[in-house]
Every structure is written in structure tokens, then in C-alpha cells.
């Protein structure tokens, strides 16, 4: 929700966009697709020129398309309707409540008491709250930012590590890992961020395969378990704690505990739904009831027992600002494929030849994907923007579906590790000033490596394990 | 916005819903079109028992029929990609950008200065100003209680005529006609009050009538500006104000200008983009361009040229808890439809014999309509409610569409005169004290009548003469 409206980066956007519209006739290209395209580039231009809040760039695009009579408005709005962007708007609010209730912070406690009495002992801590609550917080923002930093900040500061004082002591080590354990979590889960029904969807639609909450999980939970339990030991290695004494965790926990109180009303109640929403996201092919009518029964539940209040929820403008840019630009997406420009534009890379061997050919086309981050200030909009024309495009060189699917899925959320705007958690996490620029960027670049090791060795050989190739 | 949950209030609705639900086998009503009218039922009946805030009301019943996989998901999200619910969204932004512009308080002042030197002058002034800004603003609240209800307060205070010294000076026929008037012009123009394109588009699915913009006001016209300028004499004759002695209006101006300073840019630019969207949206028959897109392009050439920010749009809570309900509640509306429970309704009062003429026939219907209103809290929930059921039914006894369609369009905003809390601006100026409830219901119910007689007599004899029956 960047505030800035730069009227000049937008006319850069919009000349783009007109001069892009305007060549249709030097192209081959469906010609309402060609413009459809023309916007989208404009849209995406504008995002990573933040020339405009990204629903402002979004609406601009779809009612440009509409006023100009190339769309039906109908056709424009259609994905305001979708079960896939009213998921995602529970999850925010899903997510706030649960911020709100301190529930996901008196478990984290709970878990530092047990295991903090070294440094390592705290980073296992901060992962393993990680993994239990990723199911269940639908943002990754709400569960790395809202509840996890402010934790590790102020565990930091008790052990005389503060950004501007000593935080190479303990602090820079925790929120390492901290942020990069955030989106191993968040890649493991359909339901751990926000983003990745969307994927879902997009994988549905394009590779036709029901990636849903079971598979989603079955795919990442030997390299997601693996990945989360050797990422502390790597970030001890690339960023040192300086304490060597054991930690009095027990005494940190019982004044934090004092701050939050006893267990309220909300809290238990939010704690019971999540539980029940948890098993009902799991056991989706017993019973058949979609996760987003799940997630907003929890929703409703919430606000009739009155753990939450309405008020609050129109009070979240997170929620509503996503809601508006994630349903234009999936409307643009679905408007793409319908008047065939994704369909052409594959079309057109068959003379591109990179390789014969298709499993090659899909590696270079997801590690393109993974590094491209770079060019993204957020994981929902490199998902959007360049997802599901990269699938299409690893489907058509024969991809394997299944394995195309996967990496897709996992590296939409585990590419965030490249720099330090990538998503809402690690702008919170480098925002609390203990790690700089250049360190942050460098252990990026390392943990991208882990990252994409673990994920395609460990990862393709799980998959044909479980005989998904 | 009611923040309240009552549960007993929303068990008695769940409970009379199951009932009916269960009670299928009763009837030979379409099966999931019976489960949908249970659900539909026990929402409105929510909204007049007050048993939670409307938005939670719907998407419990939505979410009620997509959890017990009566309708698909979709389907129940659809009309939150309706270019109406879009409309109303749109004329919630523009509403609060003229508000906090001062734009319309300035054009307000300026009428007041040149006619204001007779309570009968102020109250004309007022009429004018209703009449001026109602085409343009899109939300009658905004217009009513936004922009004028407080300049008739602070003009009774300052002619020392307060809610507790001295009310029936002057201030309480000011509000009665104030409010009376924001109904009169609500009904006047298509969009002069965010419902009523939620009406035309009711009218074109089921009477198959494109009661557009120019169709609208050209109906209205007549009876509108009849009933506009007979008002205040109606008013003085019921409410007489206390003040012979002229009134120095200058000088009350020019304090109240001093308040709101020079004009600002915001106000520059929202007053020309005011004008091309009237340009735009009378002259849709040449350009084609939907009224929708019409007022969004308002909205984003706002934003863009910063006359408003993105971050004021999302803290326009009243427009996100509208946008929820009224996209639900349309929901709700469009698949009983579809599954033919209106229809088996509709059938179902053939042994009804009221009258075999059908205008009677209709002017029933249409003023049992009106008269309904007593049950509802807001125009909107009215209209979605009955409005519908009750024109298919008039339509059914061979009633003349085109008439159907005037009398349900200005009926759904005049009918709003019978109570202290039918709409937005009614709940203003009735907050303002200056009128106690008997007074307010009494007037109301003489108001009504004066509305029948000049909506019926002259109406029918205006569509005459243009030849619409």
C-alpha cells in the first residue's frame, strides 16, 4: 500500500502500454488478446516502477480495457467473484485475528521456554512455531511479521542485542532465521500464505492438476522438514551469535507472558476454529467442502461468537486493498488465456530451442522463474505477472505436469529469500535494522542456493518416491 | 454498521430458516430454489430484528448454502463481479471525496446568499442545492447528511434556533424539508442515490426495460420538480417557522465560507470531473459507455490526479460493508431466480383475484410497496428484498411495464419519508434533535400521502403525454 502516485512513472507505464497496443497490426497476435496484453505489461510495468498503489494500477487497467469497449465490464470484474481471491481475503482476516488474539504468541513463548537455552535452541524455537502455526495463519505476513518479529525483537533486545547496540550478539542470527524460516513454512502449506491458493488455481487451470491442501503438503514435507531443520545450522554458520553462556529463557518468557495476560475469550475461541478449520483443510477429500467456504466459515464463526468484530474486519485495509488488486489482475490473467495470448505467446518461443531433455528444460525455466524475484517488490505479484505464462510455457515443452506443478508452487514462496522487499514479513524482518543491506542480500543469495539444492535434488527424488514421476 | 451480534436474535432467524428449509417436502416449490428463499428469509428477517450487521447476516446465509453444497461457490460470489455493486461502490467513493472536498457546502453557500432572506427562501435554496448536486452525487447520504444536513444546522444556530432552545424557529422546518427533499431528489435521477441502479438493473431482468440514465430522469422529471417545489409550502403549512423579520443570510455565508477558505485544488478538479461524468452519463445513448465505467473513471482520475488518496478509499468503511452486503444480498436475489422460486411465487398468487384491472391491479402492489418500508431500516435492504418478487408479481396480472418500472423506482426512494430511520440522511437530520418521533412520523405519513397523489395523478398523466402507456 505504497501511498506515492508518481504522475510521470505512469505516463512511462501508460506510453508503454499505448505504443505495445498500437503495433498490434506488426504481429500475428489475437488482436483483443494483443491489448489485454498490452495493459497487463503496463500494470506489471507500473508495479515494479511503483509508479501508483498497485489497486490503482490495477483498476486503471481493467476499466481502461472496459471504457474503451475491448472487454465486457462483466468479463473485467469476473475474478472479483472467485472462490481463489474471497480465500485470500479471509485469510487476512484470519490472519489479523489471530495477531489480535495473542494466541500465536503464547505459543511461541511456550516454545521458548522448552528449547531456548542456546542460541540454536531459540532458532529451533522460532521454526518449530513456525511449522505449527503455518497451517492455520493463512498470511505469512500476519504469522512472520505480526506475531513471530516482534517476538524476536524483543527476545533480542532482553539478551542485550538491539539493532543499533551489539546486534551481531544474538539478534542478526534470529531474524535470519526468523525471515528465511518464514518462507520454507510458507511454501509448505496451501494455506501458510496467501498467495498460494492462487497458485493452486493457476496450476489447476493450466497443468490441469488438483493441487490441493493434501497434495500441496504430501510434495513439500520431506524437503519443507529438511529445509527448515538445517536452515539454523546454515545461518549459525553464515552469521555467528557471540553468546556462548546459556540463555535464561525462563525468565525472558514470564515477562513477556505478563504483558499478554491470562488466556482470553478470543483466544481460546480462535484457537478451537483454527483446530477445527486445520482438520477440515485436511480431510478436504472425505468430506468435499471447498477451503475457501472453510475459511470463511471460520470467519463467520468468529464474528458470531464475537472473538472478533465486525468493525475491525472494514478496519483491515490490507485485506480490502489486496482484494481489489488480486481480483483485477487475476481478472487480466483469466482475460489472457481466454482471448488466446498466453496460447500465442508460448506458441511463438517453439523456435527457441534450449535443451532436448525436458526435465531440463523445466529446471531452467523454474530457476528463471525463482531469480526473476529480484525484479518483484512482492510474491503475490511475481506470481500473478509471470507464474502461469512460465508453466504454460515448461507444459509445452513437455514438462512433466506433476513436477512442473511442484516447483512452481514451492518456489513461488521460497524465491522471497533474494532480497529484502520480496514480501511483508521480510520488509518487517529487515526493518528491525539488525541485518544490513549487503549482508542481507549476500546471505539471500546463499540461502537461494540451499534453497534450489535441497528443493530439486531432495524434491525430485521425494516425488519419485511417492510416484510422481 | 450495527456493531451488534444478538445471538438470540440470530438463533430465532437460523431457527425460522431450518423450519422452512425442512418444510420442503411440503410444497411443490424447485427444491434448491426453496432452500435459497429459507435462507433468503431468514436474512431479511435478520435485518429487521437487527441480529447482526447486515454484512454478516448475508455472507452467513451464502456461505450456509455453498457449505451445504446447494449452490456452487461461484454462483454465490457472482454478483460481487456485478457492475451495479460495482456502481454502488463507486458512488460510495465519489460520495465521501465531494464531502471532504467542501465542494458541495460551497455550492450550498452560494444559493443560500442569493435566495436566503425568508425561512420559505432558505428552504428553496435548499431544494435547489438538492437538486443541483443529486444527479452528481451519487449517494444520498453523502448529499443529505454529508453536505447539507449540517449547513442547515449551523444556519438554525446561527438564527438562534437550536435542537434544545427554541427547535420550531426555524430549524425544525429546515430538517423536515432537508430530509424530504434529499428523498424527492433520490428519486429523481439515476444516480442520486446509490440503490437505484440496483432498481434499473432489477427492472431490465425482469421487465425487460433499459431504464437507463436519460430514461430515468426523463420519467421523473415532471412529478419530481412538481413535488420539489410544492414541498416547502407542504412543510411551512405542517411545521410553521417563527421568523417574520428578514433574514441576514449574507452574513451567516460569509462566516460559514471563512470556515472552508479559498477553493482548493481537490475541489477544482473533483468539480470538473463532476461535470464530464453528468456529461457522460446523460449522453450514454451516443457513446455507449456504461454508467459504471463512467463513474470508476471518475474515481481513478481522482486518484490519479490526486484530488483524493487511495488510503482515504480504503478507510471508507461504509463503502467495503455496503460493497459486502449488497454484493451478497444480490447474490441471494439472482439465484432465487435462477432456480425458479420466484416464478413458482409469482404462479403461486394466481388464485389471488385483487382486481381484474390491471392498472389497479399494479397502483396496489405499487403502494403496498410503498408502505412496506415501515419493516425495513434501510432503503437498499427494501429494495433487494421485495422490490423484485413484488414487480414479477405485478408484471404476472398483465400490468404495463413501463409504468411498473416508474412507480418501483420512485416509490424505492420517496417510500423513505415514513420513518426516523429509512435511510442515511434520515437518520442525520432526525439525529439532530430538532424534531421529536411523533412529530417526525406524523409529517412522514402526510408526506407519503402527498407523494401517491402527485407520483400517481401527475406521473400517470406525464408517461401519458411522452406515450409511455
Redo the contacts between chains.
Keep these: 500500500?505504497k501511498?506515492k502516485?508518481s504522475?510521470n512513472k505512469?505516463f512511462l507505464c501508460i506510453a508503454f502500454g499505448s505504443i505495445m497496443a498500437v503495433s498490434v497490426n506488426y504481429t500475428d497476435a489475437p488482436i483483443k488478446g494483443w491489448y489485454i496484453l498490452s495493459v497487463f505489461v503496463s500494470v506489471i510495468l507500473s508495479f515494479i516502477l511503483k509508479a501508483?498503489?498497485m489497486?490503482?494500477s490495477v483498476?486503471?487497467g481493467l476499466?481502461c480495457l472496459?471504457?474503451c469497449?475491448i472487454i465486457d465490464?462483466?468479463e473485467g470484474?469476473?475474478?472479483?467473484?472467485?472462490?481463489t481471491v474471497?480465500l485470500v481475503l479471509a485469510a487476512f482476516i484470519l490472519a489479523s485475528s489471530i495477531i489480535n488474539s495473542n494466541l500465536g504468541k503464547r505459543i511461541a513463548l511456550f516454545l521458548i521456554r522448552i528449547f531456548g537455552n542456546t542460541p540454536l535452541g531459540l532458532a529451533y524455537s522460532i521454526c518449530l512455531t513456525e511449522l505449527i502455526l503455518a497451517p492455520v495463519v493463512p498470511s505469512n505476513t500476519a504469522r512472520g511479521g505480526g506475531i513471530i518479529a516482534p517476538i524476536v525483537n524483543s527476545l533480542s533486545n532482553s539478551l542485550n542485542s538491539k539493532a543499533d547496540i551489539n546486534p551481531n550478539k544474538i539478534g542478526a542470527f534470529l531474524i535470519l532465521v526468523g525471515s528465511h524460516a518464514n518462507l520454507i513454512t510458507s511454501a509448505m502449506f496451501l494455506t501458510a500464505m496467501a498467495a498460494n491458493p492462487l497458485m493452486a488455481e493457476g496450476i489447476k487451470n493450466i497443468l490441469g492438476i488438483d493441487f490441493n491442501w493434501a497434495i500441496w503438503a504430501l510434495g513439500a514435507i520431506v524437503p519443507g522438514i529438511i529445509s527448515l531443520a538445517l536452515l539454523p545450522l546454515l545461518i549459525y554458520y553464515l552469521q555467528k551469535p557471540q553468546i556462548s553462556s546459556p540463555i535464561n529463557s525462563k525468565q525472558i518468557v514470564v515477562e513477556e507472558m505478563k504483558k499478554i495476560g491470562e488466556t482470553s475469550y478470543s483466544e481460546k475461541i480462535i484457537g478451537v476454529i483454527l483446530i477445527f478449520l486445520f482438520l477440515l483443510w485436511t480431510s478436504k477429500s472425505f468430506h468435499?467442502?471447498?477451503t475457501?467456504?472453510v475459511a470463511?466459515?471460520g470467519v463467520?464463526f468468529m464474528?458470531?461468537l464475537?472473538a472478533e468484530?465486525?468493525?475491525n474486519v472494514?478496519?483491515n485495509?490490507i485485506a480490502?486493498?489486496t482484494f481489489i488488486w488480486l481480483g483485477g489482475l487475476l481478472s487480466l490473467s483469466v482475460l489472457m488465456a481466454k482471448y488466446g495470448i498466453i496460447e500465442w505467446l508460448v506458441s511463438n518461443i517453439r523456435n527457441v530451442s534450449i535443451s532436448s531433455n525436458e526435465l531440463i528444460v523445466l529446471l531452467i525455466i523454474a530457476i528463471l522463474y525463482f531469480y526473476s524475484m529480484y525484479l518483484f517488490s512482492m510474491l503475490t505479484a511475481h506470481i500473478t505477472a509471470i507464474a502461469f505464462p512460465l508453466m504454460a510455457t515448461a507444459l509445452y515443452f513437455d514438462a512433466n505436469p506433476m513436477i512442473t506443478a511442484c516447483l512452481f508452487a514451492y518456489f513461488s514462496c521460497l524465491c522471497g529469500c533474494l532480497s529484502n522487499y520480496s514480501t511483508g514479513p521480510i520488509i518487517v524482518y529487515f526493518g528491525l535494522g539488525y541485518v544490513d543491506n549487503k549482508k542481507w542480500y549476500k546471505t539471500g543469495f546463499i540461502v537461494s542456493i540451499y534453497h534450489l539444492f535441497i528443493w530439486i535434488v531432495i524434491g525430485l527424488l521425494w516425488w519419485k518416491t511417492i510416484g510422481w514421476w
Aim: aromatic share 16%; hydrophobic share 50%.
Design positions: 500500500m501511498e502516485i504522475i505512469l501508483a498503489p489497486s490503482i483498476l486503471c476499466f472496459s471504457f469497449g465490464l462483466k470484474l469476473n475474478a472479483y467473484a472467485n472462490s474471497w468435499g467442502i471447498g475457501t467456504e470463511w466459515s463467520l464474528l458470531i464475537k468484530n465486525w468493525k472494514l478496519n485495509h480490502w486493498d
